[in-house]
């Protein structure tokens, strides 16, 4: 059990039953609230798995007392994570309430709908409300869990399309510098191609010459870049979700769309150095 008279910073909801299965939250264990837990029937709580395991690790925290703000209450049962804040923070221990041992003047009504279709839900739920009361039980606003998880994430967007944004300037700077340098190079050794096509060398092997050349910088620089964005990809992990910092299919991807660059970058340099005339070549010293 709990050291006696610990005080921990515990987040919490005043929930009704029917709320773990409407909001496909997992029971792990013990029972969820029932009709029976009224005001006036001894006070329960169910807890979430990480404050479970975080202090019963040995699975045994059904049937302990804990007081969870309202006086002391029975766990009844466990249930799975969720997240209460941002998509990005890890679990925190998290208790509930019965609503009916604590009800509170403001509440939130969960509804799960069959169909995709809530272009009427708020209305409907409007209508309801004012036929059961119409001033006792103002609807405050009706948002889909779609919007909710959209407001939620709006910020990690927007970081990801501005990083994305400047993925796509880096590549194209990329692009563009490689092109530079391979027309650079191949304008330096001109005289040099020249001479390997007057000795025999094929336009194949003058070709393969230059993509060998634009191999080598490209896996320096896929090297080099990828070590950097796994340091950079530590550095943002808590703004990251459902994308893990080390995630290979990301570095793959990086490293072949970067080829794909370098290759197309230096094709015209390569295929321009395979057809230089050896006489003109020559001439150029």
Known sequence: PMPPNQHLMVTGNIVSPGFFSTMRIPLLGGRDFQAADGANAPKVVIINKTFASRYWPAGNA???RI???NGMATIVGIVG???QGRLIDTPEPQFYRPYAQDPWASMAFVIRLRGSDTTH?????RGVARDVDPIALPIARVLTMQRVLDDAT???RVLGQLLALFAATALMLAAIGIYAIMSFFVARRTRELGVRIALGATPVAVLSLVLRQTAALA???ATLGLAGGAVAARALSHTLYGVSASDPVIYTTAAVTLAFAA???SIAPARRA???DPLVALRTE
């Open 62 to 64: 059904a049937g302990h």
């Open 67 to 69: 007081d969870a703000g």
């Open 81 to 83: 994570d969720i997240k």
């Open 121 to 125: 839900m708020g209305a409907a739920l």
């Open 154 to 156: 709006a910020s990690s």
């Open 219 to 221: 896996v320096a620089g």
């Open 263 to 265: 290759f197309a970058a």
């Open 274 to 276: 395979s057809t230089v």
